[in-house]
């Protein structure tokens, strides 16, 4: 082999000690006004500047999931005939993104509807919330930390509230509060494969390894029994990722050849294959991975390392 391509292949190998990043997740809840979910709610995300709308449905928790959302600023609408409608801004960016949640509430028909006093709680709270989430949106941790401790004050049986208050902690890096309040969604709701998730970036944050494994394995558990999440291809990537930024090659060669099985499209779960294959010395795996990724992503974050990298990979397995 070539003094370029050991120089190439060199480089390559530099980049698995950072971690890994998912693809953009998006989720959240769909309430009606008495906080109660509403189920088959129909979630509309709407790119501004181009013509990109992609619908998805809540399960019967009011919950929704969409998986692989290009960067970019979108108007989101859920809406249920009969129940209401509720329109936000959302920023995606790749990774996990804070929970989008909707209250819906009808408009008053002509002589009668809600309650002025329902109506009033409801917006209030819906208010706080929204401020909360935009305060968190421009940065400004501290003060939707403040909107969303008010918010479990006034409502302590919100787990959304509290999940989004950990969120916002894990920004200013207080893990300590991030998992008091990740705990206690766990224990408002013991199936929140979202919380797991939670807890399992921030034992990674902290190189505890183990207890991430474990957060993320109860993570792809309670994903498992999510209606149409099929096992969630996202949760076994990142459960992956775990594996991987603590060397453990072959259990993370595991998890991202279950993600690509479950979701073949999914760009970085071919590109950490790869990266793992490569650690484990099985070159002509890791070309196979890499070359996926560049059909599905040529234009991905990791497209150019790869193009420059994957002909002295390349060479190597032809010898």
Same mark, same amino acid.
């Given at each position: 082999?070539?003094?370029?391509?050991?120089?190439?292949?060199?480089?390559?190998?530099?980049?698995?000690?950072? #971690?890994?990043?998912?693809?953009?997740?998006?989720?959240?809840?769909?309430? *009606?006004?008495?906080?109660?979910?509403?189920?088959?709610?129909?979630?509309?995300?709407?790119?501004?500047?181009?013509?990109?709308?992609?619908?998805?449905?809540?399960?019967?928790?009011?919950?929704?999931?969409?998986?692989?959302?290009?960067?970019?600023?979108?108007?989101?609408?859920?809406?249920?005939?009969?129940?209401?409608?509720?329109?936000?801004?959302?920023?995606?960016?790749?990774?996990?993104?804070? #929970?989008?949640?909707?209250?819906?509430?009808?408009?008053? #028909?002509?002589?009668?509807?809600?309650?002025?006093?329902?109506?009033?709680?409801?917006?209030?709270?819906?208010?706080? %919330? %929204?401020?909360?989430?935009?305060?968190?949106?421009?940065?400004?941790?501290?003060?939707?930390?403040?909107?969303?401790?008010?918010?479990?004050?006034?409502?302590?049986?919100?787990?959304?509230?509290?999940?989004?208050?950990?969120?916002?902690?894990?920004?200013?890096?207080?893990?300590?509060?991030?998992?008091?309040?990740?705990?206690?969604?766990?224990?408002?709701?013991?199936?929140?494969? *979202?919380?797991?998730?939670?807890?399992?970036?921030?034992?990674?944050?902290?190189?505890?390894? *183990?207890?991430?494994?474990? %957060?993320?394995?109860?993570?792809?558990?309670?994903?498992?029994?999510?209606?149409?999440?099929?096992?969630?291809?996202?949760?076994?990537?990142?459960?992956?990722?775990?594996?991987? +930024?603590?060397?453990?090659?072959?259990?993370?060669?595991?998890?991202?050849?279950?993600?690509?099985?479950?979701? #073949?499209?999914? %760009?970085?779960?071919?590109?950490?294959?790869?990266?793992?294959?490569?650690?484990?010395?099985?070159?002509?795996?890791?070309?196979?991975?890499?070359?996926?990724?560049?059909?599905? *992503?040529? +234009?991905?974050?990791?497209?150019?390392?790869?193009?420059?990298?994957?002909?002295?990979?390349?060479?190597?397995?032809?010898?």
């Amino acid at each position: 082999m070539s003094r370029s391509g050991v120089l190439s292949l060199a480089a390559l190998l530099t980049v698995l000690a950072a #971690p890994a990043l998912a693809q953009s997740v998006m989720r959240g809840t769909v309430v *009606d006004a008495q906080g109660k979910p509403v189920a088959g709610a129909t979630v509309l995300f709407e790119a501004e500047g181009v013509n990109r709308r992609i619908e998805v449905k809540t399960d019967d928790d009011g919950e929704f999931l969409q998986v692989g959302l290009g960067s970019g600023q979108y108007k989101v609408t859920a809406s249920k005939e009969g129940v209401g409608s509720q329109t936000v801004p959302a920023r995606v960016t790749q990774g996990q993104n804070e #929970p989008l949640n909707f209250t819906l509430v009808p408009a008053a #028909p002509a002589g009668g509807g809600l309650a002025a006093a329902d109506k009033e709680a409801a917006a209030a709270l819906q208010a706080t %919330a %929204a401020a909360a989430l935009d305060h968190m949106k421009a940065g400004r941790n501290d003060e939707a930390i403040a909107g969303f401790t008010d918010l479990v004050l006034k409502v302590p049986t919100c787990a959304d509230c509290y999940y989004n208050l950990a969120v916002a902690y894990t920004n200013v890096k207080n893990y300590a509060e991030a998992e008091s309040a990740y705990k206690k969604v766990i224990e408002l709701k013991p199936d929140s494969a *979202d919380a797991y998730t939670g807890l399992a970036n921030i034992y990674n944050a902290q190189k505890k390894f *183990d207890l991430a494994a474990e %957060a993320s394995a109860s993570a792809a558990q309670y994903s498992a029994t999510v209606p149409g999440g099929g096992g969630s291809a996202e949760t076994i990537y990142n459960q992956g990722v775990i594996f991987f +930024n603590s060397q453990k090659y072959p259990e993370a060669r595991e998890q991202f050849e279950a993600a690509v099985k479950a979701d #073949p499209n999914m %760009a970085m779960a071919h590109y950490q294959l790869g990266m793992t294959a490569l650690n484990l010395g099985d070159f002509p795996a890791a070309v196979t991975a890499l070359e996926t990724y560049l059909k599905l *992503d040529p +234009n991905g974050a990791k497209a150019a390392e790869v193009q420059a990298s994957l002909p002295a990979l390349q060479s190597m397995v032809k010898k």
